[in-house]
């Protein structure tokens, strides 16, 4: 009679724990083996790791730990390594079930166990031909209790000769058979049954003679030339280690480069590293293929029963995760054809829909879709068919179909939508997308940008808020929040979200003069001025005029703290020509009484003083010709008590307001008038003889060019009677 697996719950596990009623016959064996549990539990974590899911089986889980609580507990005095296995065996479970701290204390206790002594360290040395100086490179020492000594299996050739055969390939006899009958040998492999010739292994040069590397790091020191063979338990558990530095490390920068080779020379060399993922796949199979071109090769790379003895001690990728990434790699390099192919027989259908696509091929993914929903109505198949065909009703069968469960058929849905101009539906689809798959950052990106669209304002600031959530490296997910706070007068909130997107994202001046209003408005003096300093090393992309209003807002708050909000007195007030209401409009909608608080006293710092001449210094070091940044300077060294500066800024803003046709225009006669009035009082204070003369002149060529076509204008009349009052005073002087 079978005995259920219910009844072993505190027992050794029968294979693949699956409760499912067993022959009495194996149950004992089982039972009588007292490596049962160990048993049980590896195939506990090898169908975990089949497992299509996003959570691990809490139930997988249960009956492991149980296991493994009965392997680590034993004693094994025949194997001294056996203790070692069984701790690394267990940490690396603890790893597949993603549990906190993933199994690091159970590496240690391994390489307790295993007398493994390992130290990093650096060494001076040289990575390439011709490097002259040595620059330090990172070193891994590691020892093991014993020195690895065993030499290479005898019986590497015949297992391999076995296995190949096993798999469906020619044996060695049936290849010379087939030699004699007609197919001649190579003329390599003709020289080495010949013995005139060996195959043997080449170094880098040999291979590549243009090649710059060094076969291996020329180190000063040669201690990492001392180290000794690492015994393969301790070679493991190495890697391990490596494997708890990814789980607590970001995966990218320095981490990644000192573990893996493969995927960082994947931007590097691409194709170099397709060769070495087509080697890494191929040596899942013995057939021969194009880097197993003999059974050498395959030799060579060490028989079955070699790499399968310790199997269980490493997390290596599955075969089928191996050939989708080396697929994705075809994909991205443009060899659509061999992608493909591993995709078909992969069965990563909307993979093939894609590449088919990408091969011009419409009908055959078309085709291939509506094959593959006569087999099985799936919502994947059910949207690739909406993106064939381009209509929406077909997501919304997905949608249907899944229950209201598939994500991608609302994003995809939400988007159509968008391309239609029909706002508000496509944020109805965005929502019902995040509300199911709530760690979509693209849905929630896309949800706040249609809500800003629509001033959903608070929608919006929920969707953002989630994106910086789920990826706090997104610089235009914290811009957009920054700019939602500003449109709400949060400038505390919009200050701090600007402070984190320019961290990301530098190079964008719309948001270095976001960060400069909002550190106005909270009084971030210094953040301001570094912030304009900023937008005028990014003029060559934006092209746009330096923010004179920000600089005279800085001046009235650090030079002049006590001085009321600027306000506009019809030309006689010093920033008469600067409108402050310009830096921050308000809206017909808006009840603020003002828009610019005054600053407190702490501003007229004299540290701030000092940024703020050095910032006007390099303004007008690069704009020449803007009048009106010359203006706030001349305020600036007014408040400073620079009178002499003050006079020779006005000068020169009077210089650029005289530009070719000046006197022709209305405008920019009445500019120019108020600006030499301003220039007038500077002289007027200085008293000298020479500057009233000097003064005299210049007010007389601007009045004799303004009458001409502007005689009754107002403020020409006002500068004329300032002449005729130099005038008097020059007499006077005399």
């Given at each position: ?12 596990r029968?294979?693949?724990g699956?409760?499912?009623p067993l022959n ?5 064996a ?6 049962g ?8 974590m090898t169908?975990?790791r089949?497992l ?13 730990q149980?296991?493994f ?5 034993r004693s094994?005095p ?18 597949v079930f ?7 204390a159970?590496f ?6 295993s007398g ?6 650096g060494?001076?040395g ?8 040595s ?6 020492h ?9 030499a ?9 000769q076995?296995?190949?055969?096993d ?9 010379e058979?087939a030699?004699?009958?007609?197919d001649p ?11 005139k010739?060996?195959?043997r ?20 020191d040669?201690a990492a030339?001392?180290?000794?063979n ?10 391990s ?11 990218d ?7 893996v080779?493969?995927p ?13 993922m ?11 293929t194009?880097?197993?071109t ?5 030799q060579?790379?060490a028989?079955?029963h ?10 290596f990728?599955?075969?089928?995760e ?17 992608a ?7 069965e990563m259908w909307?993979?093939?829909v ?17 094959e593959?929903?006569?087999v099985?109505?799936?919502?994947l198949?059910?949207c690739?068919?909406?993106?064939l065909t381009?209509?929406v009703?077909h ?6 179909v899944?229950?209201?469960?598939f994500?991608r ?8 939508m968008?391309?239609?101009h029909?706002?508000d ?5 965005f929502?019902?997308?995040v ?9 929630w990106f896309?949800l706040?940008?249609l809500?800003?669209?629509?001033e ?6 929920q969707?953002?808020?989630?994106v910086?959530?789920?990826s706090?490296?997104?610089g ?12 709400l ?9 600007f402070?984190?997107a ?6 964008l001046w719309q948001?270095?003069e976001?960060?400069v209003?909002?550190?106005?408005q ?6 301001a ?10 003029r ?7 923010d004179?209003?920000m600089?005279?807002w ?7 703290p006590?001085?009321d909000?600027?306000a506009d007195d019809?030309?006689e007030?010093?920033?008469?020509t600067i409108?402050?209401?310009?830096v921050?409009?308000?809206?017909d909608?808006?009840?603020d009484?003002?828009v610019?608080p005054r600053a407190?006293?702490?501003a007229?710092?004299?540290?701030y003083?000092a940024?703020?001449?050095?910032l ?6 690069i704009?020449t ?6 203006q706030?300077y001349?305020?600036?060294h007014?408040?400073?008590g620079?009178?002499a500066k ?7 803003e ?9 006197d022709?225009n209305?405008h920019?006669v ?13 002289y007027?204070e200085?008293?000298s003889k020479?500057s009233?003369h000097?003064?005299?002149l210049y007010?007389r060529g601007v ?5 001409v076509?502007?005689?009754?204008n107002p ?11 130099l005038?008097t ?6």
């Amino acid at each position: 009679k079978p005995t259920p697996l219910a009844n072993f719950l505190r027992r050794p596990r029968t294979v693949h724990g699956m409760a499912r009623p067993l022959n009495p016959q194996v149950t004992a064996a089982l039972l009588a083996l007292s490596t049962g549990a160990w048993w049980t539990g590896r195939s506990l974590m090898t169908h975990q790791r089949l497992l299509i899911t996003k959570e691990p089986s809490n139930t997988l889980w249960t009956e492991t730990q149980l296991c493994f609580s009965v392997v680590v507990g034993r004693s094994y005095p025949s194997d001294t390594y056996l203790s070692a296995r069984a701790q690394l065996e267990w940490g690396l479970a603890q790893h597949v079930f993603e549990i906190h701290g993933k199994g690091r204390a159970s590496f240690d206790d391994a390489m307790a166990a295993s007398g493994l002594t390992v130290q990093m360290s650096g060494s001076m040395g040289k990575r390439t031909k011709y490097q002259v100086k040595s620059v330090a490179q990172m070193v891994l020492h590691a020892t093991s209790r014993v020195e690895n000594v065993a030499a290479a299996s005898a019986s590497a050739l015949a297992e391999a000769q076995t296995t190949h055969v096993d798999f469906g390939g020619q044996s060695s006899g049936e290849m010379e058979e087939a030699n004699e009958e007609g197919d001649p040998l190579s003329f390599e492999d003709q020289l080495v049954a010949d013995g005139k010739a060996a195959y043997r292994n080449i170094t880098r040069d040999q291979a590549d003679p243009d090649n710059i590397l060094l076969e291996h790091v020329a180190f000063e020191d040669g201690a990492a030339e001392s180290d000794s063979n690492l015994q393969v338990i301790d070679q493991a558990i190495l890697l391990s280690m490596c494997l708890d530095v990814k789980n607590n490390n970001p995966a990218d920068g320095l981490t990644s480069e000192q573990m893996v080779r493969d995927p960082c020379e994947t931007q590097r060399s691409r194709e170099r590293a397709i060769l070495q993922m087509q080697a890494l796949v191929d040596q899942h199979t013995t057939r021969l293929t194009i880097t197993q071109t003999s059974l050498k090769a395959i030799q060579d790379a060490a028989p079955a029963h070699e790499r399968l003895a310790y199997v269980y001690s490493v997390i290596f990728p599955p075969r089928y995760e191996l050939k989708r990434d080396l697929a994705d790699r075809y994909l991205s390099c443009g060899v659509f054809a061999s992608a493909l192919a591993t995709f078909q027989e992969l069965e990563m259908w909307d993979e093939v829909v894609q590449c088919f696509q990408l091969l011009d091929q419409p009908k055959r993914a078309e085709a291939l879709v509506r094959e593959r929903l006569a087999v099985a109505p799936t919502p994947l198949m059910w949207c690739c068919l909406g993106d064939l065909t381009e209509d929406v009703a077909h997501y919304e069968t997905a949608w249907e179909v899944s229950k209201h469960r598939f994500a991608r058929a609302k994003r995809t849905w939400g988007r159509k939508m968008f391309e239609q101009h029909k706002i508000d539906e496509a944020i109805g689809h965005f929502q019902d997308a995040v509300r199911v798959a709530p760690m979509y950052t693209q849905a929630w990106f896309f949800l706040g940008s249609l809500s800003m669209r629509t001033e959903d304002w608070p929608t919006a600031v929920q969707a953002f808020t989630r994106v910086v959530q789920l990826s706090p490296d997104d610089g235009e997910a914290w811009g957009n929040l920054g700019s939602i706070h500003l449109r709400l007068r949060q400038h505390n909130e919009a200050f701090n979200a600007f402070q984190e997107a320019l961290k990301q994202r530098r190079t964008l001046w719309q948001m270095w003069e976001n960060f400069v209003l909002c550190a106005m408005q909270v009084h971030k003096f210094g953040d301001a001025m570094y912030a304009m300093h900023q937008l005028l090393d990014l003029r060559d992309k934006h092209k746009r005029p330096v923010d004179h209003e920000m600089l005279a807002w800085l001046v009235e708050a650090i030079v002049y703290p006590q001085a009321d909000a600027i306000a506009d007195d019809g030309g006689e007030n010093e920033a008469a020509t600067i409108d402050m209401h310009a830096v921050y409009p308000l809206d017909d909608d808006d009840n603020d009484d003002g828009v610019v608080p005054r600053a407190p006293t702490a501003a007229s710092d004299a540290n701030y003083k000092a940024q703020l001449a050095k910032l006007l210094g390099r303004t007008t070091s690069i704009v020449t010709n803007n009048p009106k940044v010359w203006q706030v300077y001349a305020h600036f060294h007014d408040g400073c008590g620079h009178k002499a500066k003050a006079l020779e800024c006005r000068l020169k803003e009077c210089r650029a307001l005289q530009k070719a046709g000046w006197d022709k225009n209305q405008h920019d006669v009445e500019l120019l008038c108020r600006a030499a009035k301003r220039l007038s009082v500077s002289y007027i204070e200085d008293g000298s003889k020479a500057s009233l003369h000097a003064c005299r002149l210049y007010l007389r060529g601007v009045v004799k060019k303004s009458q001409v076509d502007f005689a009754d204008n107002p403020d020409v009349q006002d500068l004329q009677r300032v002449l005729h009052q130099l005038e008097t005073l020059e007499a006077q002087a005399n």
